[in-house]
């Protein structure tokens, strides 16, 4: 090997690649209510194992995370959190057995910039990896939805979103206090173990009464039908449009 490709070699490992100022994922979503799909975890979940080429319909993510079971009615208060599939029964650690993948979730301070440069940083790190990252409180309220790209160094995030509607991706208003990463693929169960476990929840929560703060099940239809006889339940506007 002659001395000037040695230099040649030694300096191009010596020169980092520069980051990247944006990178998208294409093909993701859309998000919209109405169709039919309107667990917003859900979707996202299915959506982002679609963005890193997974062939997983909602329909079946919704049976086998068994949400598609799941009714929570959150106390003593209505709290409209009660349908999100993170809180009470969490559907995220069946859902990952039963697609093969890990997962990791975090929460954000969102008011610590050391915490958000680090999330960022990790968002970043997903999808140029090819992964999107499932996120709450994108655009408008609590919901979940998809990151799919970014812009700026990770300074502009791109998503999908139920509040955010086009063809095109939109840019969050906010950014995240809760982040889901798609971790390795690792072996999955079979489509009739999925089935049978999907049914072991189904019946979990329609027999358990609570999990935490959130009437489950039976329990979570007595809750809701003595809610809806409690006059004081109603006693002002506020309460109503809540």
């Not at 799919?148 to 939109?170: F, I, M």
Request: net charge negative.
């Amino acid at each position: 090997m002659s001395l000037a490709l040695v230099l040649v070699t030694a300096l191009s490992a010596a020169v980092e690649e520069p980051p990247r100022a944006g990178n998208v994922i294409e093909g993701v979503g859309p998000m919209e209510w109405g169709k039919g799909r309107g667990n917003t975890w859900v979707n996202a979940y299915a959506l982002s194992l679609q963005g890193a080429g997974e062939d997983v319909t909602y329909d079946t993510a919704m049976g086998y995370s068994g949400a598609a079971f799941r009714l929570h009615f959150h106390q003593p208060d209505w709290c409209p959190s009660s349908p999100d599939a993170t809180v009470g029964y969490t559907h995220a650690e069946p859902a990952a057995k039963a697609f093969g993948y890990s997962a990791s979730a975090h929460i954000v301070d969102t008011k610590d910039e050391d915490a958000v440069a680090a999330a960022r940083a990790q968002i970043v790190a997903s999808i140029d990896a090819g992964r999107p990252v499932r996120a709450i409180d994108l655009v408008k309220i609590p919901d979940w939805g998809v990151i799919v790209g970014y812009r700026d160094s990770g300074e502009t995030l791109l998503v999908r979103d139920y509040h955010a509607q086009g063809e095109e991706y939109a840019e969050a208003a906010k950014f995240p206090w809760i982040v889901e990463f798609i971790g390795e693929r690792g072996d999955a169960p079979s489509p009739l173990d999925n089935t049978l476990r999907s049914i072991e929840i189904a019946i979990e929560m329609a027999t358990r009464e609570r999990y935490g703060t959130y009437a489950s099940g039976f329990a979570a239809y007595d809750a809701w039908i003595a809610g809806l006889t409690d006059d004081a339940l109603y006693a002002d506007a506020e309460t109503l449009t809540h």
